[in-house]
């Protein structure tokens, strides 16, 4: 089956820089690609996503890359600010609509 | 339009118990997904169900089972409790049928004593 690796498992960053997370995937059939901020006590929440047909997409300060030959992909946010702090999590899935496999996480933490 | 609910909040058992979750998704989304969420495992996905069928399975134990309605809620049951099923056991709903946004209920916390 699919399998996501994420990195950094932490990650802390001052005030107004730029973080980056990466992911990994196993499966090359798959062909969707979001990323969930998950607050302290808090659901799961769609920031930004990704299909295979794109590279590269944009929403203010956060951006997405995909990269379909080396099966990875990267959230970058610029100009953090501290309530950007929560933990990030990538997935990765095909097909059917709720069956996602997904990363770790990574718990970001900006610091003011 | 209200978001994904799930019931109970929180709840405890003890090993050997049975215990059934609830989860209402969002009106007109028909699937609804399970996943299980651990400190420093991230989410696991269980099951996937669309027009009450189940569509996918994750690799969890027989204990774990589930089951949509017609109205689209649904609903997760564990038997047999063991101390390593205490997780925050999340309900996903999507709109369409294929990959897209999973909108997630809050949850609902499970302590096995």
């Known amino acids: 089956g699919e399998n996501v690796e994420q990195h950094p498992s932490t990650l802390s960053v001052q005030e107004g820089d730029s973080a980056v997370i990466k992911c990994t995937y196993s499966d090359s059939a798959s062909n969707y690609f979001p990323w969930y901020k998950q607050e302290l006590g808090k659901r799961p929440q769609l920031i930004i996503d990704?299909?295979?047909?794109?590279g590269e997409k944009k929403d203010q300060r956060i951006a997405v890359t995909l990269n379909k030959t080396a099966k990875h992909f990267s959230l970058h946010i610029t100009e953090t600010q501290p309530e950007d702090s929560a933990v990030y999590f990538c997935a990765a899935s095909m097909g059917d609509a709720g069956k996602s496999t997904f990363g770790d996480g990574t718990t970001l933490t900006v610091k003011p | 339009k209200a978001g994904v609910t799930q019931t109970p909040r929180y709840l405890i058992k003890t090993r050997g118990q049975q215990v059934t979750l609830s989860c209402s998704p969002i009106s007109g989304h028909r699937s609804v997904s399970w996943y299980q969420q651990t400190p420093g495992q991230g989410l696991q996905f269980l099951f996937e169900y669309f027009s009450e069928t189940q569509r996918n399975k994750g690799n969890f134990p027989g204990r774990f089972s589930g089951r949509q309605f017609s109205n689209s809620r649904s609903e997760m049951n564990v038997s047999t409790l063991e101390l390593g099923d205490s997780a925050l056991y999340l309900c996903?709903?999507?709109?369409?049928?294929?990959?897209?946004?999973?909108?997630f209920g809050e949850g609902s916390r499970l302590t096995v004593l």
């Open positions: 990704i299909r295979s047909n794109v």
């Open positions: 996903a709903s999507s709109l369409a049928a294929v990959a897209g946004e999973l909108f």
